[in-house]
């Protein structure tokens, strides 16, 4: 089958991108895996596959592939992409869209300055919504990794994130406990492990290893979590600058119960075919 495609990618994070308007697609795990392969497919962190609504009250349909040809809730760099995609393909000409995933609504926006914003919802903490399992919600948790205690925060944003602090992203041992937290037994569904390094009340740096991808330039959802994580612990501002790897990305958040605001680039770098 010959499959046509848009790479695209927003702070190095970096997606195949499939319209699934115009022509019905159903691939199988093992043909996501293929497109995702960086040596012999066209390769990608995640393939964004771009549907038509299924709800009256939504524009499109936005489902997530991972890597590993797992499908997941949710994705804030993708999410931009999105809406950059279905305006320059003339899918729609709201800079505005409403658009439905498997963890709800977002509703991402073209800014005049060329960036993109997501109303990614509001973080959730119950340890029953993460999943995650522990007795009771608390700002912080003691996780038993290979034998050494880590204090992590634990939130979803419409998808499990754990976030543990560090005092240099750099020096962080993201190939090491990244993979062991991801597939802890604490976390059910796995989990995308952040490591945040706070710089000063409104900026930090981060790193983050998605479960499904493995270390990413970018994680729009990661980033959301990690300020939030660092404003529920007193360490951050409600708006917050955030230098990922391969770009920067600026979250708002007014508090709980209130939705996060991620705003970023979204990049089209090149289109295909590919026989998959």
Not at 78 to 102: D, M, N, S
Request: charged share 25%.
């Amino acid at each position: 089958m010959k499959l046509s495609f848009t790479k695209m990618q927003g702070a190095g994070n970096d997606f195949v991108v499939l319209d699934g308007v115009r022509r019905a697609l159903a691939l199988a795990p093992d043909q996501y895996r293929a497109l995702a392969d960086r040596h012999f497919g066209v390769g990608c962190d995640q393939i964004l596959l771009v549907e038509p609504a299924t709800r009256p009250d939504t524009d499109f349909r936005y489902r997530i592939f991972n890597a590993d040809g797992g499908e997941v809730q949710q994705c804030g760099n993708g999410a931009r992409c999105f809406v950059r995609f279905v305006h320059e393909q003339g899918l729609t000409p709201k800079r505005e869209i409403r658009v439905e995933t498997a963890a709800g609504l977002i509703v991402p926006r073209l800014e005049d300055d060329g960036r993109v914003t997501v109303d990614m919802g509001p973080p959730r903490f119950a340890p029953a919504d993460i999943p995650f399992a522990a007795p009771a919600r608390q700002t912080t948790y003691e996780l038993d990794v290979a034998g050494r205690v880590l204090e992590i925060s634990a939130l979803s944003m419409g998808n499990p994130h754990a976030v543990w602090l560090v005092d240099d992203v750099d020096g962080a041992p993201v190939a090491e406990l990244g993979p062991r937290i991801e597939h802890h037994p604490r976390f059910p569904e796995r989990v995308n492990v952040g490591f945040l390094q706070v710089l000063r009340r409104d900026e930090v740096r981060l790193r983050v290893f998605e479960r499904g991808s493995g270390e990413t330039l970018a994680c729009g959802t990661g980033a959301c979590a990690a300020a939030v994580a660092g404003m529920n612990r007193g360490l951050l501002d409600a708006d917050v600058l955030v230098h990922a790897r391969g770009g920067d990305l600026t979250i708002r958040w007014a508090g709980e119960g209130h939705s996060v605001f991620l705003t970023g680039p979204a990049v089209t770098v090149f289109q295909g075919e590919i026989e998959i």
